[in-house]
Nanobody
């Protein structure tokens, strides 16, 4: 069973930056065969799609609240997807999850991903 693993979360002051990483092994079609997305979730709220990148890295999508601040990228040779987060604000504090195995459709739909990591916590202090 493939299992994505996230890293890079932590505590940062408002206005600061973090870089999250996601890697996954055991994928049937190899890491480079899958689109990957980042989601986030805070207690009591629904999981929210943050950013999406297609398998080749040529297409990316972002939720409106992070456009211009977050950048998703991937290195298929290293089997990693990254999300650089700049100008972080307290409202970005959340558990961030990597989702792999997109089945097609609306990329923000949590039901359209086969594999989920356990998440990495991002906390932004004011």
């Amino acid at each position: 069973q493939a299992r994505p693993v996230e890293s890079g979360g932590g505590l940062v002051q408002a206005g600061g930056s973090l870089r999250l990483s996601c890697t996954a092994s055991g994928l049937q079609f190899g890491f480079g065969g899958y689109a990957i997305a980042w989601f986030r979730q805070t207690p009591g709220k629904e999981r929210e799609g943050v950013a999406f990148i297609n398998s080749g890295g040529s297409d990316t999508y972002y939720t409106d609240s992070v456009k211009g601040r977050f950048t998703i990228s991937r290195d298929n040779a290293e089997k990693k997807v990254f999300m650089s987060m700049d100008s972080l604000a307290p409202e970005d504090s959340s558990m961030y999850f990597c989702a792999v195995g997109f089945l097609g459709g609306a990329w923000k739909d949590t039901g359209l991903y086969r594999y989920w990591g356990k998440g990495t916590q991002v906390t932004v202090s004011s």
